[in-house]
């Protein structure tokens, strides 16, 4: 069973961490934890070596800090977590059960973002030498740099927009992926470490730190919360209704205000704007699929490096504090996230905005004014900083659904796609395979119509607007196809993958495009005689062809066309063709 496979492979994994986490303390201990951002009074960042440094000199001064590798990344370098935990952290810490609630900080997805990256060295540090209270029922694990291809690809220009610091990393990895846009199709070696990681620790919460490049305006911190309709039930209203006003109230009496993301282009905000929909292609929007409550910040690229680093100390301060104080409520609510996620009910894969419902705020902006570019002629957007305002501003941040599927109780994928199964068993979904051929009813879903995107986006052209039709069938299963039960934590991943319609479906990222394909047809001169053939024995085709042709003038002069469609309604039409691989079934 892949049960035992699965639990083999997380055993050996820990295994290795355990050998290779936490370096025993030796006397001869640096202990000047000053870091570069401090040193060069906010103007720096320190290289991803300088970085991993650190993080092992100050995890050899105190027992309460660890530093593991994880999986290999493109790079070739090891992906690093570092984890703060008051009651210490020893060299099998990851094996353990620790009855502690994860927040875990991730940083550098973009290097040249490296406001996290300082931030949680300082953050940490302080941690450890009591600056910052000890949370009593939260362990803090951190992601040093997660893109470490695009911090080894240091410059100082790539971030055309944004001030400071002197030199920083590049957006794209090793192999020039946009990490934040591969957690599901999860093309990098960095998007495999970051799920085995991640469902290690199955972290409460999560906090994603990165610089905007929109619009301008007063603020330095923005947040982007995972959309609260979409993450749902009790858990949405909590994110929605109490954690997230307090901790933007808090941060306000610390005199850090703090704006939802800026979610405009080219344009300025006072007119509205809409709350980021976090797909799960998305950091937060994949963690989301596993109930765990994330925040991905936006420090506003303008503003000097030395206060963005600072906001994000704060913000992560204050986000720690209230996380800790509802450890347990936070329990509570992810036991039961997924209790009404049972067969035959409905589940929402595709969402749009709910205009019927806004939110009002006080939004603190710049005056901007369409004016005539002095290098091309044509209106351009100029912010005058000399002109602050603070403005009523409608902020659309509810959501609706605007497509179900009903959950079925199980999927049944064929053995020959062990893409899609190798992604299952690396986010542990549990499967079995089948034993020996059986047949099966099932419902199986055929490919109506998709759009198909006209450039590359990140070494795929993704589909969109996948719309199917499902018909029940008796269908021959085989031995060594897998059965993937939907009555397991991971659920929501298994939904929002499996389903065709979903946007970030394996089927929109083209895992499935050789059913797009069909691999035989016909030479016309030969098929010509059997099509008449097959028409006269078959006179409801022919009048269904005849009707067709009578009023659709466009197939009526398409000789070929006509043939083809002929060609469709035979038994010589290859089933394959359209016929998405994955089947639904029910108990």
């Known amino acids: 069973m892949f049960e035992t496979i699965l639990m083999k492979s997380i055993f050996y994994l820990l295994c290795i961490l355990s050998l290779i986490s936490c370096a025993d303390p030796k006397p001869e201990i640096n202990r000047d934890f000053t870091t570069a951002f401090e040193k060069s009074e906010g103007t720096q960042t320190p290289t991803y070596h300088e ?46 059960d620790n009855n502690k609630t994860i927040l875990l900080i991730n940083n550098g997805i973009h290097p040249g973002e490296s406001d996290g990256i300082d931030a949680s060295m300082m953050f940490l540090r302080d941690l450890a030498n009591g600056s910052i209270p000890s949370p009593e029922n939260t362990a803090i694990a951190i992601i040093p740099i997660y893109n470490i291809g695009g911090a080894l690809n240091r410059n100082s220009t790539s971030r055309t927009d944004q001030n400071g610091p002197e030199a920083y990393g590049f957006r794209g990895n090793a192999r020039n992926y946009d990490l934040n846009r591969d957690f599901i199709k999860a093309d990098t070696k960095n998007a495999k470490a970051f799920a085995q990681l991640y469902h290690l620790l199955n972290p409460e919460w999560f906090i994603d730190n990165h610089v905007s490049n929109g619009a301008d305006y007063q603020y330095t911190l923005t947040h982007l919360f995972t959309q ?11 994110l929605h209704t109490a954690f997230m006003p307090e901790f933007v109230d808090s941060l306000a009496s610390k005199q850090w205000d703090i704006t939802p993301y800026v979610n405009v282009f080219n344009q300025t905000p006072e007119q509205g704007f809409s709350q980021f929909m976090d797909h799960p292609r998305y950091s937060t929007g994949y963690t989301t699929l596993f109930n765990t409550i994330g925040m991905m910040v936006e420090t506003h690229m303008l503003k000097p490096y030395k206060q963005r680093v600072e906001g ?20 509570e609510l992810r036991a039961k996230s997924v209790e009404n996620l049972l067969p035959g009910n409905t589940y929402p ?49 509810y959501f609706k659904p605007d497509q179900h599927i009903t959950i079925p109780s199980k999927y ?67 031995q060594g196809d897998v059965i993937v039960n939907t009555q397991q934590p991971g659920i ?17 990222w083209n895992y499935f495009d050789t059913v797009l394909q069909q691999k035989e047809g016909f030479s016309p001169y030969v098929w010509e005689d059997m099509a008449l053939e097959f028409l006269q024995a078959n006179p409801e085709i022919k009048n269904a062809f005849e009707t067709k042709k009578a009023n659709d003038a466009t197939f009526a002069g398409n000789w070929y066309e006509q043939l083809d469609w002929i060609h469709k309604q035979s038994s010589n039409y290859e089933k394959s063709h359209l016929r998405y691989p994955v089947v639904r079934m029910r108990d």
């Open 51 to 96: 970085v991993i440094a650190y993080y092992k000199n100050i995890a050899q001064a105190f027992p309460t800090i660890g530093v593991f590798e994880m999986g290999m990344t493109d790079s070739g370098e090891p992906l690093h977590l570092v984890v703060f935990d008051k009651n210490g952290v020893s060299k099998n810490y990851l094996e353990s």
């Open 228 to 238: 609260h309709n979409k993450l749902g039930g009790d858990m949405g209203d909590y």
């Open 312 to 331: 994000t100390y704060e913000l992560m301060k204050t986000f720690l504090a209230l996380a800790d104080r509802d450890a347990n409520k936070i329990r």
């Open 349 to 397: 894969i595709s969402w749009t905005i709910d205009s019927t419902r806004t939110t009002t705020f006080d939004f603190k902006g710049f005056d901007g004014t369409m004016e005539i570019s002095a290098i091309t002629g044509a209106n351009r957007l100029k912010y005058h900083r000399d002109r602050p305002f603070i403005k009523p501003l409608t902020y659309y941040n």
């Open 412 to 478: 049944l994928i064929p053995k020959g796609y062990w893409n899609v199964i190798e992604q299952l068993e690396n986010n542990q979904i549990i499967f079995n395979e089948i034993k020996q051929d059986t047949l099966l009813m099932v419902e199986v879903y055929k490919i109506k119509d998709y759009a198909t995107f006209d450039e590359p986006f990140e070494g795929h052209y993704p589909h969109y607007n996948t719309q199917v039709t499902s018909t029940s069938e008796t269908m021959q299963a085989h």
């Open 492 to 508: 929501r991943y298994i939904l929002e993958t499996l389903e065709p319609s979903a946007p970030d479906s394996f089927f929109n």
